[in-house]
Nanobody, 121 residues
């Protein structure tokens, strides 16, 4: 069994910062790309940022220059540093990872339970 556990969400004022963490645990052989998605009320889930196993990041245009994604492969953990937050960043943030559970197993997508980020004064 594999679990992704997120932490770090909360309430922050506009212009503030938050750091999200997501740790993968369980029966894991290897992890490929990891990423963060978000879903605001009434909207579809969208990609915020992703990062390859080698550390190459990719960002949505709306967060470029404000958010930074990183990962610690030794800890099976991905982070999202969010700066200069605006009310438009308010959403539930979900962690995603492509995980292989054994050498001969396929790569499957796993999701965290989500963490609420609210930007409000």
């Amino acid at each position: 069994q594999v679990q992704l556990v997120e932490s770090g969400g909360g309430l922050v004022q506009p212009g503030g910062s938050l750091r999200l963490s997501c740790a993968a645990s369980g029966s894991i052989f290897s992890i490929g790309n990891m990423g963060w998605y978000r879903q605001a009320p009434g909207q579809e889930r969208e990609l915020v940022a992703s990062i390859t196993i080698g550390g190459s990041p990719n960002y949505a245009e709306s967060v470029k220059g404000r958010f930074t994604i990183s990962r610690d492969n030794a800890k099976n953990t991905v982070y999202l540093q969010m700066n200069s937050l605006t009310p438009e960043d308010t959403a539930v943030y979900y962690c995603n990872a492509g995980i292989r559970r054994a050498f001969f197993a396929g790569l499957y997508d796993y999701w965290g339970q989500g963490t609420q980020v609210t930007v409000s004064s």
